[in-house]
């Protein structure tokens, strides 16, 4: 833990000390604030997917020995000379961002989710959430709304701007229908944004036994992800597709479902690639593409739009020290639907 009279002690955390490894105890040196920086006692801590892919090195890029964890909520306990608007014991949040260059193109048109460096832009860089305290760039530490629990804050830090970005930049005036392919950690939340943002909304799922639940989170509609005859049913209807799962789709099939100039917008790592027919892209001007967190100033809009509208993940709350179980409920897809370690 780092003192409130900003004398650090040793950080005590859980980390991979190899690649896909059970994490074990781990104990480090707080690093160094610069001058933008400012260190966070850790209260809260979600366990998003991205995680899970790190600690095996699924991109290709982890260091180790590895502390995961990018949706946080502490309490501010040390800040650097140049911190203007924060102050010791308040209340925030950080989510996959903690840093960036602030000087390529990206950052300077205000897509610093963009940033060059993303690389070695992660909030676990050099050490992440797991542990009892993180320093990150204080730029990128949203305050907390003060009746927000911490464990919705925390998810909603990461799988909730990585969903609600794509449906509020994509949103127009005319009334839109869009689906919600997966009913997952983002999928739960995604269908409760896109409700409240207006859309006509169909969860889109493998799992039958979700039905009930994806109309209570707000659907409209629910469809079996394996019943191509109901989807058919669908063609040229939906504004948009929001991917949100880890599993395959049928590409083609779900293709046929989008409207003239409508789009398919991935924000969920699929372990299977993504397929399509580039007669129906071509013909009807479909567009497949992704969509990658959100900047800062989405990230807040999306804390005060899900306060104003009641949104929040369903959550497992779970003791830091069962991380590895944690882990384990989330590889076999047992999660419902975000868990959040608790110090």
Same mark, same amino acid.
């Given at each position: ?155 909603? %830090?990461?799988?909730?701007? @990585? ?7 994509? &949103? +127009?005036? =005319?009334?839109?229908?869009?689906? !919600? ?60 597709? %929001?991917?949100?799962?880890? @599993? ?7 293709? &046929? +479902?989008? =409207?003239?100039?409508?789009?398919? !917008? ?74 959040? &370690?608790?110090?």
């Amino acid at each position: 833990m780092t003192a409130l009279n900003g004398a650090a002690r040793k950080v005590t955390g859980y980390a991979a000390m190899t690649r896909g490894q059970r994490l074990v105890p781990f104990e480090y040196d707080p690093p160094e604030l610069k001058e933008h920086d400012l260190r966070v006692d850790i209260t809260h801590c979600g366990l998003c997917y991205t995680d899970v892919h790190a600690i095996d090195d699924y991109f290709g890029i982890t260091k180790f020995p590895f502390v995961p964890g990018h949706e946080i909520i502490g309490r501010v306990t040390e800040l650097g000379s140049a911190v203007p608007d924060l102050k010791e014991g308040d209340r925030v949040g950080i989510g996959w961002q903690g840093r960036s260059c602030m000087k390529c193109e990206w950052c300077l048109h205000g897509d610093e989710q963009l940033c060059k460096e993303v690389v070695h832009n992660a909030a676990w860089d050099p050490f992440g959430g797991f542990s009892s305290s993180i320093s990150v760039d204080s730029r990128f530490v949203y305050s907390i709304p003060s009746d927000m629990r911490s464990e919705d804050a925390a998810v909603l %830090l990461c799988a909730g701007i @990585s969903v609600y970005n794509p449906l509020r930049s994509n &949103l +127009t005036k =005319r009334p839109m229908k869009v689906g !919600i392919v997966g009913v997952g950690g983002l999928g739960h939340l995604a269908i409760q944004f896109a409700k409240a943002l207006g859309y006509e909304v169909t969860a889109i799922s493998s799992s039958p036994e979700k039905k009930d639940e994806a109309l209570g989170f707000g659907a409209d509609h629910f469809i079996l992800a394996s019943d191509r005859q109901a989807l058919r049913k669908q063609e040229l209807s939906f504004d948009m597709h %929001l991917y949100t799962a880890h @599993s395959g789709v049928d590409w083609t099939t779900l293709s &046929l +479902t989008v =409207r003239n100039n409508g789009k398919i !917008i991935v924000v969920g790592f699929s372990d299977v690639p993504v397929q399509f027919e580039p007669l129906e892209l071509v013909a009807h001007q479909q567009s497949i593409t992704g969509s990658f967190i959100g900047n800062r100033a989405m990230i807040r809009e999306m804390l005060s739009f899900a306060q104003e509208h009641g949104i929040s993940p369903k959550i497992e709350l779970m003791p830091m020290t069962k991380v590895n179980e944690a882990i384990q409920r989330v590889k076999e897809n047992k999660a419902r639907y975000r868990i959040v &370690l608790v110090n």
